[in-house]
């Protein structure tokens, strides 16, 4: 509590300005003599918007903000045009005087106020200028009073393509603002994808990719979809946990050992747990039980303590005899081990999986030598034309031209250049819109934003913003090294930059 210097009146001291961020949100922490601050911050939602995300907290504009203060801040939020007339608890607001009174009675309730918009109709398209007299020439710019030359405005491919579960998807101007965890979820209906924190730290929305470092890579691995935009997703091919098994097709090993170790209880984590270690077996069909350890730092489990998940996949590892849990009580010594291990012995099939590691290499092996061909030697299928070398290689490569999407409604813009050049022209067009400008690589830092942009939530910014993704510029995923020491790309994957550190250490 905050006190109150002699002399000072007992309702100066309990202010909204002097208690905190949360407690004058919703309007307590104050004593019972003094009038219940007004919030500073609401939440709004969307009519019809049915995705997990859909409540947005608002900051208020003002400590009294009038009805139609509200509903411009609203719109800036949610980044389009909404009906002035919000609803709470299935009353329509019209005046101040009714907004006003929500808001009091949240804040003297302690419950704070939730708000419901109705979206409002997108104008008709309306028809193109007439055409104006040509542009003069740009000037060339000057930086360090060095002339660079000003490049012109590249064409670029306003369609995408996407492989999911092994079916490919062409989408045309996708919103900049959209993620693929909302795109698997929503549009493809594939539930089995979780969005947990919303910050890449849990692991729930993990899906396997191919193509993460440019043309030409096929090896899959694990990525959080609930951070990575669908824009990014061009000429990816990604599988999510159905993709890798399912009730009609047939459970997967990884999904077996689940259930067979009883690793699993609400469930809500565990897609992302088989995936992830889905995704290791597709990078090293033989891993160690230190590996296979060593691979979870980014998934989390409320329920089953980590011990039952842990047993199932290291008796998948190639060294699961080796590590089997040996433990003999001693009761003279009073010493003994877990409680499921009472007896000198677990009730759980540890290495049950042992020896289907070196089968999967043996598999994978047989594929390669028989590329393309089923068991009697038949085509099973033909390559596009220009699909490239290698085996079963993808036909949906990056295109030459650069990316460019945008959305109308909202005003946000998505750039993806795939080199240098590309992308200072990126650069000169978005500034040439005169909206604000980031630079995104693994756009990590979308999760975490919320706790510096007050009102953030963790989805992208929506509202005149251009985003420059720079993860497909091929010269900034270089490295090497030399006597002077070790040279990254800016654009590297921090599995990356791990792996070539240790290779050089």
Known sequence: QWRRRPGTPRSAVCTPAKTTHAKAMFGIGCSSNAAPPQPVAVLIELQGDQSLSRRKLLDLPSAEPSLDAFVHAAERRFGRGIEPTPEWQGQTLCTDADFHRVLRAGAAAGTGASFVFKGRSPAPAQAPPAPTAPVAPVVPIVVASAPVEAIPPMPTTRSM???????????????PGKLLVDFLRDDLRHKGTKI???EGG?????????GLSGEGDDVMVPINSCLRLLCACDGLEITTVEGFGNEKDGFSDVQQAIADHNASQ?????????????????ENSMPSAEEVEQRFDGNLCRCTGYRPILEAFKGMAVDARDNEMKIECRLDLNQCGDIEDIGGQTNKPVGKCQGKAKARAAQKVKAAS?????????????????SGEGCCKSSASKPAAPLH?????????YFR???LRQLRAALQDANRT?????????????GVSKYYIPGKIGQPAEGDLCTVDISGVAELRTNGSDTYGVTLGSALPINEVIDLLEAEA
């Not at 393509?161 to 919103?175: R, Y």
Request: charged share 15%.
């Open 161 to 175: 393509t996407i492989t999911v579960n092994g079916t490919v998807h062409t989408i045309k101007d996708p919103s």
């Open 196 to 198: 947990g924190c919303g």
């Open 202 to 210: 849990c692991g729930a929305c993990t899906v396997g990719v191919v």
């Open 266 to 282: 609400c469930g809500f984590c565990t897609p992302g747990w088989v995936v992830n270690m889905s995704t290791l077996l597709e």
């Open 370 to 386: 028989g590329c393309c061909k089923t068991s009697d030697g038949s085509a099973e299928h033909k390559h596009e034309e220009g």
């Open 405 to 413: 999407f945008t959305n109308r409604e909202t005003g946000d813009e």
């Open 417 to 419: 250049p795939y080199n």
């Open 434 to 446: 005169g909206k604000r400008t980031q630079v995104v690589s693994a756009n990590t830092g979308m």
